[in-house]
Each structure stands twice: as structure tokens, then as C-alpha cells.
């Protein structure tokens, strides 16, 4: 799963996008488009993976600065925004891409809220942080004491705000060093099971088929089809 964290989305950006908003918001089409967004994108067209956006129930104010207020009035307070999104499923994934802006010197406080709502038992986190000097700050450490020991933190990657767009080789190479999980397809999964066949004289015809360790009697009428097939389990 990419999980990732952007201003578009959580801003009412329908007027005009202040010139300070450049470096993390960018146009696309007759909209806009956030820098994480994109980064998140880059990742889901490499790896197949779910994207899912990090969204809180209140939207940040439209101008950039007022933003940073706000998101350092939160850092202060140690806040926990309240999210509209939630994962529904976070039990299938063991690796999740978390993607966000470095704010302060960390990951947004709404991020905070949402490593604490799961529990990330056993999963792997890959940290992706955009910026504009200050790299992945101290969100790593922070990612760590928040999800426990348990958790594998893999290295992770910091891209400048200004060069996300041509990122795409960084981001591709950032994810071949990392052990991602192999995708279960048909061919790597092995299995067992044989038919045998018994039709006493005289006898309802009946077969045995075992799959695994377990044996299943058959039943069959005497015009038989497969649809027609009534599996007794052994006990």
C-alpha cells in the first residue's frame, strides 16, 4: 500500500495557488496536484500497489504560510487531527510506502494520528519524504517510536520539492534497493491433489479425491455431470 499525505485535498485550492504554494503544489489539467501525490503515483506504476490518501476531517487553510502555522501550532501541541479516511484492510498489507511533507522538521502531525491508529505488527514501512533543504529531518525516528520495535523501518528516500517531477529514476532506484515481498501468482504456489476412482460392482458409483492431507468422498448420480457432484466430508 502507498499511504501518502498532501495539501491537495486537504486545502480548498479554487482560487489562484499563492507563489509560495509553488514548490509543493503543481498544476494538472484545470486542477492541482501535490507534490506527494506525485511521488506516490511514481511508486503505485513501479510496485502495482494500493494508494490510499491520508485525509483529515478538517481542511488546512488556502494560503501556504497560514499552513505552516497551523502545522507548527500542531507540532507544539503534540496534536492528533482527526482523519475522514481509514484504512479498511490494513491487515492484507506487510509493506506500506508512506509519503508525506517534511513539516518542521517531521511528518505532518496528521500523520501522527494515522500510524497511531493501526497496528503495524510485523509490516515493513519505506518512508518518503519531499522538502526544501531539510531531508527526512527527523521523521524516521519519529515513524519508529510511534509503530513500536516490531516493525521493520526500511531506508528511506528524500526528494526536494522543486525536482519532483523528474524524480522518477531516483524514486524507481530507491525501491529495487529495497526487499519488497515477491507477488503471490499461480505458478508459485504449489499444490497436491489427486483423483482416484472407485466404482464397486453393483455399487453408486463414488470417487476419492484428496487434496493436501485430506481425503473427500464423492457421491456421484447416475447421470453424472460435474455440476452434479455432491462432496461428503470424511470425518
Known sequence: MIAYFSRVGITDLSGDVDAVSSASINTQGDGYIGNATILANMIAEKTGGDLFQIITEEN???????TTDQASDEKADNARPALSSHVENMDQYDYVFLVYPNWWGTIPMPLFTFLEEYDFFGK??????THEGSGLGSSVGDIEDLVGGDVTIADGLAVRGGSVSGAQGDVESWIDGLELPE???SDSVETSETVETSVPEGAEETMKITIGDTEYDVILDQNITVADINIQYAT
Open 60 to 66: 488546512y487553510p488556502t494560503g501556504y504560510r497560514d
Open 183 to 185: 507477488p503471490v501468482t
Open 124 to 129: 515493513t514501512i519505506a518512508p518518503l519524504a
